[in-house]
């Protein structure tokens, strides 16, 4: 029998076992006696024939590692190839560099581009892989006052709840799952406006208007946090938010679903903006007005 000695294996010798006094097994064992065991080298060729059968069979491309790459690059930048573009997670680069990325050796899968014009609300209260892409597009940090968060791990939270009931045949109103009434959440903040006595609501899709548990109103959109306080003005901009989206069935043209309306108002409570601003406009308009402010 052939050995190769630089193979070891330390085999310890226990000299004796005894029984404590709990009636368990205690080991003493002596780390002073360890001796070298040699082991044998297989000259079988069928194993060799056998590994190489096995790994002619694995198909190498599935061992590359993949990567999820999200680029936001502009139209001019990518008809030229010169530019600076945006990779989720890291921040401005150049066009080169993401050149550089996708270089020899890598196979690349590019996905749809994504129109927010192709992405109709759905009945179900599931949130579809092509709509979820959307709103983090859209709305890539959370829509919570004041967050930082923008992982792609957040909760597509339903502006307005979900109801599976009300609607044609008792069955759950058409098209509430949508880019008019969905906004990323973080797991902690999902619970603050389940739990916490939070609202929000989404007048225009993209702009969210929160009130807190104590009256205070905020509005967050894609320029930031901004807070209104709690007076006055700031209780007829959230009601004038609860009237916009009363019906969690309203599509995001504007245009109302076919579905009984709804509001979280309380009776006497429901403020019109003009009643305190003097102005006329359409509420629709100054909300579209206040969004891209």
């Given at each position: 029998?052939?050995?190769?000695?630089?193979?070891?294996?330390?085999?310890?010798?226990?000299?004796?076992?005894?029984?404590?006094?709990?009636?368990?097994?205690?080991?003493e064992?002596?780390?002073?006696?360890?001796?070298?065991?040699?082991?044998?080298?297989?000259?079988?060729?069928?194993?060799?024939?056998?590994?190489?059968?096995?790994l002619?069979?694995?198909?190498?491309?599935?061992?590359?590692?993949?990567?999820?790459l999200?680029?936001?690059?502009?139209?001019?930048?990518?008809?030229?190839?010169?530019?600076?573009?945006?990779?989720?997670?890291?921040?401005?680069?150049?066009?080169?560099?993401?050149?550089?990325w996708?270089?020899a050796?890598?196979?690349?899968?590019?996905?749809?581009?994504?129109?927010?014009?192709?992405?109709?609300?759905?009945?179900?209260?599931?949130?579809?892989?092509?709509?979820?892409?959307?709103?983090?597009?859209?709305?890539?940090?959370?829509?919570?006052?004041?967050?930082?968060?923008?992982?792609?791990?957040?909760?597509?939270?339903?502006?307005?709840?979900?109801?599976?009931?009300g609607?044609?045949?008792?069955?759950?109103?058409?098209?509430?799952?949508?880019?008019?009434?969905?906004?990323?959440?973080?797991?902690?903040?999902?619970?603050?406006?389940?739990?916490?006595?939070?609202?929000?609501?989404?007048?225009?899709?993209?702009?969210?208007?929160?009130?807190?548990?104590?009256?205070?109103?905020?509005?967050?959109?894609?320029s930031?946090?901004?807070?209104?306080?709690?007076?006055?003005?700031?209780?007829?901009?959230?009601?004038?938010?609860?009237?916009?989206?009363?019906?969690?069935?309203?599509?995001?043209?504007?245009?109302?679903?076919?579905?009984?309306?709804?509001?979280?108002?309380?009776?006497?409570?429901?403020?019109?903006?003009?009643?305190?601003?003097?102005?006329?406009?359409?509420?629709?308009?100054?909300?579209?007005?206040?969004g891209?402010?």
């Open positions: 029998m052939v050995t190769d000695d630089r193979e070891l294996t330390r085999e310890h010798d226990h000299e004796s076992t005894s029984r404590d006094g709990c009636g368990t097994i205690g080991f064992v002596d780390h002073g006696d360890l001796r070298r065991v040699p082991i044998p080298i297989n000259p079988d060729p069928r194993l060799d024939r056998d590994t190489a059968f096995w002619a069979r694995i198909d190498p491309t599935k061992l590359l590692p993949k990567v999820v999200h680029v936001h690059i502009s139209a001019d930048t990518a008809t030229t190839g010169h530019g600076v573009a945006r990779a989720e997670g890291i921040g401005p680069i150049l066009a080169s560099q993401i050149r550089d996708l270089g050796g890598c196979q690349i899968r590019l996905q749809p581009v994504l129109n927010h014009a192709d992405i109709h609300p759905v009945d179900a209260y599931e949130v579809p892989d092509a709509m979820r892409n959307a709103l983090l597009a859209r709305t890539p940090a959370s829509c919570f006052p004041n967050s930082a968060n923008r992982s792609r791990s957040m909760q597509a939270d339903h502006t307005v709840a979900y109801r599976r009931t609607g044609p045949g008792g069955n759950a109103p058409p098209g509430q799952t949508g880019l008019h009434n969905l906004g990323p959440l973080g797991e902690t903040e999902h619970r603050i406006k389940t739990h916490g006595g939070w609202s929000v609501r989404q007048p225009v899709p993209g702009t969210y208007v929160w009130r807190t548990r104590y009256g205070r109103v905020l509005i967050v959109n894609d930031g946090s901004h807070d209104l306080g709690n007076n006055r003005f700031a209780t007829a901009v959230w009601h004038a938010a609860v009237a916009a989206q009363a019906d969690p069935g309203a599509r995001a043209d504007g245009e109302k679903a076919d579905v009984p309306a709804r509001s979280d108002a309380r009776a006497g409570d429901r403020v019109a903006v003009g009643d305190c601003s003097g102005s006329s406009t359409p509420e629709w308009m100054m909300w579209r007005k206040l891209a402010a």
